[in-house]
Structure formats: structure tokens, C-alpha cells
């Protein structure tokens, strides 16, 4: 990576600004799910162990600008005290004169935590003012281990960069880019990509971009119907997207021409609905009127799990069913035991996306996986070939011309 690394700085008694995705799960006031915050904790220790005096901001869900007690950050911040076992002090706004003062009174290896960054509008309008607040907190010294944010243009993300004298990646950071960039740029062959999910239209990019990278791709979850569809098959009631009937059939057909191994299910587990207790198994050319496909069938995974056998390298995004009901969950189920065992035998195996995450937990093999990504909507722009404004933004190594 040609970026600045927090390793690359002098920390030892200076305040940095390190922008975190605390963007966790809350139940009432108590944090439900703590991933997010342990994550960082690797960039964290090691800024407390360089005595630096941290100020960690983040954002919190969506309070649309307004200060919203819903979404305050203070439970993080208890959180994290117990996850580190030593004092965090927070301020109750993340610019002004509370949390400047909070910040001149750390001392070396002490932490703050600002509240939401939300709550004010200038954070998504990457307002220069506003950052320059946020700037003013630290001592010229930003580092960034919100992954998951780095595809949005802010200023706790990008703004605040202008004002600081250097800006870095953090640990997690530097992990995410080091797996996902290793994929679209150097991968281990074969490179074996899947794809899932409700709707072509939210990863029509990824696809394209990943048919220029891969070797082969394999295509379930909702999403498969609307390429299904495009060639002339019967899809009963599954969901599609018909006005992307067209684009579909375009990129099957590139596929075709440049013999790209592009591959469909070729059976799937079909029901009245979600709901329905009653469900059979068929192939998709005599998929009933009256059905919808709620998961792959036994071929296909078949199929997958062969594909997936043989690769070095996986990037895995999107359910192949409704994987949050036990009826419609095999085949996700299967190719994550697939993507584990072929990650034991040497794969390099990344999943991304929020519930892919969630089905790979499920699984019980998730700590097989080669790399889980923490940024859902960022790693796909990322596998989509787009630049992330938040590692743009970075500082660049010295004597380095090219960016990330
Ligand atoms: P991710 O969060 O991993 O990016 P998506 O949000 O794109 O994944 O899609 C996940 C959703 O897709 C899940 O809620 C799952 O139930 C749904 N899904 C998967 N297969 C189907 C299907 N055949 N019909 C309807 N919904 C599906
Ligand atoms: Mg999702």
C-alpha cells in the first residue's frame, strides 16, 4: 500500500484523531453486538502503547444531522472501557469547547471518545469548517480504521484530512485494503467469486467488475432470478427485477462470447413463500407457476461447491437464500463449509457484505475464513473497481507517486 501506515507515525505524546466504525448494533442503551468495536482494538493498542493521547470519533446509525439521544455514543464508550480495561472519557459533542478541553487534558496513553459525528449535518456535507474543528482536536495527526466509511466523502472520513499535517491508515484499515486489494489486483488463481443476495440492481457494477477479475463466477440468492429470466426460464414468483431483464441478458451474453465461466443454479428450493412450511425441490427449467425459488438446490451446490474446491482464491458476497429461515438455508450453509474447507487447504477466502457476515457466523466456520470484512457497502464499491474517497484521501508514502 502506498499510503501512510499509523506505524509510519510519531505518536508518542501527540493527539491523533482516529476516525473508528463504532456503528454498532444498540438494545436499548447496551451494545448488542461489540464486532466492530474489537476489531479496532488492534489499532488501539498499539496507539496507547506508543503513548499517544487518542480521540476517536464516530458515527452512529442515522440521526439525519440532529442531536438524537437514540443514537448517542456513550454506551460505546462503556463498552470499550471494559474491552480495555482503563478509563475513556467522552464528550458530549465532537467539536467545541468541551471536547477541545477534554482533548488538551489527556495524558500520554489516554483515550476520549467524541459522540456521534452525525449529529451534526456538516459530517455528511464533508463541510470544511467542520472539519477543521474536528482537526483542531488532534496534533496534526489523523488516522483512519473506518473502513466501512471510506466509501462516503465526510468530514470525520475526508474533510478533516486537509487540516492535519499527516493522515494514515489504521491497523484494520491496512488489513481490509491488504485482502481486498491483493483480490482485484494480484489474486491467486483460479479466482472463484460469488455472488448472492436480493437484487441485481445494488451489485450490477460488482458483477461487471468481477467478470473482468475472476475466473469463474457463480451467481444464487434473488438475485440469480433475474439472469434466469433474461435466458427465457420459467421463475414462478421469485423475486426479479424486470426492468434489469435487459442488462442481464447483456452480461450473459459478454460472458458467452469471451468464454467466461458465468454459472446459474440449476435446481432450487421452492415455496408458496418465506412462510410456507411446505417446500419441494426442482429444477429451474420446471419451476411451477405458482412458486417462488427461496434457495439453491442440491445440484447446484453440487455444482458450487466443485467450483469453490478447486480455487485459490474467494470473494464471497450475498446469500444464495433466505438463509434467516432454517428452510431455505442449506445451500448458504453448504458453500460455507465449501469456502472453509478450500481456505483450510490453502484459499485465500474473503467474505464481505452484512448478511453474508451474519450466515457465515451461523455457519460455525467463520474463523476459517481467510479475511471478514467489516465494510459492507465499501468492499463492494471496492470489488466494483471504484476509488474509496476515505483511502484516496490518505497521506501518500513519500518517494511513492502512485496511489493505493
Ligand atoms: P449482503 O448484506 O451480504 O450484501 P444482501 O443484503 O444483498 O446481502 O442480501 C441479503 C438478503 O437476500 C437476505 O435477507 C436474504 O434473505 C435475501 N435472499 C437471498 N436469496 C433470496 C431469494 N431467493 N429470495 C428472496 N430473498 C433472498
Ligand atoms: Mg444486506
Given at each position: 500500500?502506498?499510503?501512510?501506515?499509523?506505524?509510519?507515525l510519531e505518536l508518542?505524546?501527540k493527539r491523533v484523531f482516529?476516525?473508528?466504525?463504532?456503528?454498532?448494533?444498540?438494545?436499548?442503551?447496551?451494545?448488542?453486538?461489540?464486532?466492530?468495536?474489537?476489531?479496532?482494538?488492534?489499532?488501539?493498542?498499539?496507539?496507547?502503547?506508543?503513548?499517544a493521547?487518542?480521540v476517536?470519533?464516530?458515527?452512529?446509525?442515522?440521526?439525519?444531522?440532529?442531536?438524537?439521544?437514540?443514537?448517542?455514543?456513550?454506551?460505546?464508550?462503556?463498552?470499550?472501557?471494559?474491552?480495555?480495561?482503563?478509563?475513556?472519557?467522552?464528550?458530549?459533542?465532537?467539536?467545541?469547547?468541551?471536547?477541545?478541553?477534554?482533548?488538551?487534558?489527556?495524558?500520554?496513553?489516554?483515550?476520549?471518545?467524541?459522540?456521534?459525528?452525525?449529529?451534526?449535518?456538516?459530517?455528511?456535507?464533508?463541510?470544511?469548517?467542520?472539519?477543521r474543528?474536528?482537526a483542531q482536536l488532534c496534533d496534526g495527526l489523523f488516522v483512519?480504521?473506518?473502513?466501512?466509511?471510506?466509501?462516503?466523502?465526510?468530514?470525520?472520513?475526508?474533510?478533516i484530512t486537509k487540516f492535519v499535517r499527516q493522515a494514515a491508515?489504521?491497523?484494520?484499515?491496512?488489513?481490509?485494503?491488504?485482502?481486498?486489494?491483493?483480490?482485484?489486483?494480484?489474486?491467486?488463481?483460479?479466482?472463484?467469486?460469488?455472488?448472492?443476495?436480493?437484487?441485481?440492481?445494488?451489485?450490477?457494477?460488482?458483477?461487471?467488475?468481477?467478470?473482468?477479475?475472476?475466473?469463474?463466477?457463480?451467481?444464487?440468492?434473488?438475485?440469480?432470478?433475474?439472469?434466469?429470466?433474461?435466458?427465457?426460464?420459467?421463475?414462478?414468483?421469485?423475486?426479479?427485477?424486470?426492468?434489469?431483464?435487459?442488462?442481464?441478458?447483456?452480461?450473459?451474453?459478454?460472458?458467452?462470447?469471451?468464454?467466461?465461466?458465468?454459472?446459474?443454479?440449476?435446481?432450487?428450493?421452492?415455496?408458496?413463500?418465506?412462510?410456507?412450511?411446505?417446500?419441494?425441490?426442482?429444477?429451474?427449467?420446471?419451476?411451477?407457476?405458482?412458486?417462488?425459488?427461496?434457495?439453491?438446490?442440491?445440484?447446484?451446490?453440487?455444482?458450487?461447491?466443485?467450483?469453490?474446491?478447486?480455487?485459490?482464491?474467494?470473494?464471497?458476497?450475498?446469500?444464495?437464500?433466505?438463509?434467516?429461515?432454517?428452510?431455505?438455508?442449506?445451500?448458504?450453509?453448504?458453500?460455507?463449509?465449501?469456502?472453509?474447507?478450500?481456505?483450510?487447504?490453502?484459499?485465500?477466502?474473503?467474505?464481505?457484505?452484512?448478511?453474508?457476515?451474519?450466515?457465515?457466523?451461523?455457519?460455525?466456520?467463520?474463523?476459517?475464513?481467510?479475511?471478514?470484512?467489516?465494510?459492507?457497502?465499501?468492499?463492494?464499491?471496492?470489488?466494483?473497481?471504484?476509488?474509496?474517497?476515505?483511502?484516496?484521501?490518505?497521506t501518500?508514502?513519500?518517494?511513492?507517486?502512485?496511489?493505493?
Open positions: 500500500m502506498n499510503k501512510l501506515s499509523i506505524r509510519d508518542r505524546g482516529i476516525r473508528v466504525d463504532f456503528n454498532v448494533p444498540m438494545a436499548g442503551d447496551k451494545v448488542e453486538d461489540d464486532t466492530r468495536i474489537r476489531e479496532t482494538l488492534p489499532t488501539l493498542r498499539y496507539a496507547i502503547d506508543q503513548r493521547r487518542l476517536l470519533a464516530s458515527h452512529l446509525g442515522r440521526p439525519k444531522g440532529k442531536i438524537d439521544p437514540k443514537y448517542t455514543l456513550s454506551p460505546v464508550a462503556n463498552r470499550l472501557r471494559e474491552l480495555l480495561d482503563q478509563p475513556v472519557a467522552f464528550a458530549s459533542d465532537c467539536v467545541g469547547a468541551d471536547a477541545e478541553a477534554k482533548s488538551k487534558s489527556l495524558g500520554d496513553g489516554e483515550l476520549l471518545l467524541l459522540e456521534n459525528v452525525r449529529f451534526h449535518p456538516q459530517e455528511e456535507a464533508n463541510d470544511p469548517e467542520f472539519s474543528q474536528l483512519c480504521d473506518a473502513f466501512g466509511s471510506s466509501h462516503r466523502a465526510h468530514a470525520s472520513v475526508v474533510g491508515a489504521g491497523l484494520l484499515m491496512e488489513k481490509e485494503l491488504a485482502y481486498l486489494g491483493k483480490a482485484i489486483s494480484n489474486p491467486d488463481r483460479p479466482f472463484v467469486a460469488i455472488l448472492g443476495g436480493a437484487k441485481v440492481s445494488d451489485k450490477i457494477e460488482v458483477v461487471q467488475n468481477l467478470m473482468k477479475l475472476a475466473d469463474t463466477l457463480l451467481i444464487g440468492g434473488a438475485m440469480a432470478y433475474t439472469f434466469l429470466k433474461s435466458q427465457g426460464l420459467p421463475i414462478g414468483k421469485s423475486l426479479v427485477e424486470n426492468d434489469k431483464l435487459d442488462l442481464a441478458r447483456g452480461l450473459l451474453e459478454d460472458a458467452r462470447r469471451r468464454h467466461f465461466r458465468f454459472l446459474l443454479p440449476v435446481d432450487h428450493v421452492v415455496a408458496e413463500s418465506p412462510n410456507s412450511a411446505e417446500t419441494s425441490i426442482v429444477d429451474i427449467a420446471k419451476t411451477p407457476e405458482n412458486l417462488m425459488g427461496l434457495d439453491i438446490g442440491p445440484q447446484t451446490i453440487a455444482v458450487f461447491n466443485e467450483q469453490v474446491t478447486g480455487a485459490r482464491t474467494i470473494v464471497w458476497n450475498g446469500p444464495l437464500g433466505i438463509f434467516e429461515k432454517p428452510a431455505f438455508a442449506q445451500g448458504t450453509l453448504a458453500m460455507a463449509r465449501a469456502v472453509a474447507a478450500a481456505s483450510v487447504a490453502g484459499a485465500t477466502s474473503i467474505v464481505g457484505g452484512g448478511d453474508s457476515v451474519a450466515a457465515i457466523e451461523q455457519s460455525g466456520v467463520a474463523s476459517k475464513i481467510s479475511h471478514i470484512s467489516t465494510g459492507g457497502g465499501a468492499s463492494l464499491e471496492f470489488l466494483a473497481g471504484e476509488n474509496l474517497p476515505g483511502v484516496e484521501a490518505l501518500n508514502k513519500s518517494g511513492s507517486q502512485k496511489d493505493f
